[in-house]
Structures are given as structure tokens and as C-alpha cells.
């Protein structure tokens, strides 16, 4: 038994797993519709090794769900950015979101990320529509705010990676 589905499977599901089945890439996906594009910020704020954001990246970009931007020749560094299909991906980002707030907390926890729906100035609930207005909700539409709480875990982890002097790999190999 393998642990790959058949290529000529028609289970959207199944190929869908196959490029986003495992934690790594899900989190590396959360960054970088947080913003995180550079190789030490996606490891500071995942966890994973260099070795594993490095094949995680290689795999997200060779399913093209990313690509990579120089952001320096000398020594050349690479940004990675979400290409349209790795966009495409961000419903499923807000799907976790939501179950996540729902199944994984409290309720006295409170949300790690709240947002502001720009075409309506409300906040749009869970999605994947806007309860206040009934638009989708698109990415570039909405406004997020960390909570407290969840900026200063991330500011945390960054600055703990930085203090540990993390083993730095680009990833741009």
C-alpha cells in the first residue's frame, strides 16, 4: 500500500490532499495570506525545520500554488507569493478558520483574527459569505485584526526565533 492517491483518481478530495494534506503546508498557506513571504518569516511563525519549509515550498511551487519573486541577486533571495491557484485556495483557509473558532476553543477565548468587510464596514462573521451584507468574501476585501492575544504569540515566536539564532536556510537553492 502506498501512501499516493492513483492520478486518475476523480475524487477532486483525494487530489486536493495530495498537494494540501498535511499540516506543514497548510500553516506555510496561513502565512502567506498573512503576508509572510521571506523564507525566515514563514519559519519563525510555523516552526518547521529549514529542511521541511524548504520541501514544503519546493512541493507548493511545483503544484504551482506558489512562486517565487527575487528579492535580492547578491546573495540571491527569493519571496514567495501566492500565484492564482494558491489564491484560490484562501475558502478553504476561511473554512478552517471557522471550524477551528467553533471546535478548537473556548468560546471565552474569543477570535485569534476578526475582520472588517470593506464593501460594507461590518464584520462578516465566519464566511464564507458576509452575514452583515451577503457578498463572498474575497481576500483583498477583507480587513483582518489580530486579537491581543494572537499578535503577541507571533511577535513571540519571531522574536524567539531570532534570540535562538535559528540555523537559517533560504530555501532558494
Known sequence: MTDTVDDHTACPVARSQE????RWTIVILR????GSHRFEEIQAQTGATPQMLAARLKR???DQMIERRPYSQR???NEYHLTEKGQAFYPV???LRAWGEHWCKSPEEGPAVTYIHKLCG???GFGPVCEACGEPMRREE???QMSAEYAAERERRHRLFKEQGATRQTGDG
Open 142 to 144: 477583507l480587513q483582518p
Open 75 to 77: 546573495p540571491l533571495r
Open 122 to 124: 461590518k464584520d462578516p
Open 60 to 62: 507548493l511551487e511545483a
Open 31 to 34: 502565512e502567506l495570506f498573512m
Open 93 to 95: 483557509i476561511l473554512a
Open 19 to 22: 498537494i494540501v494534506g498535511d
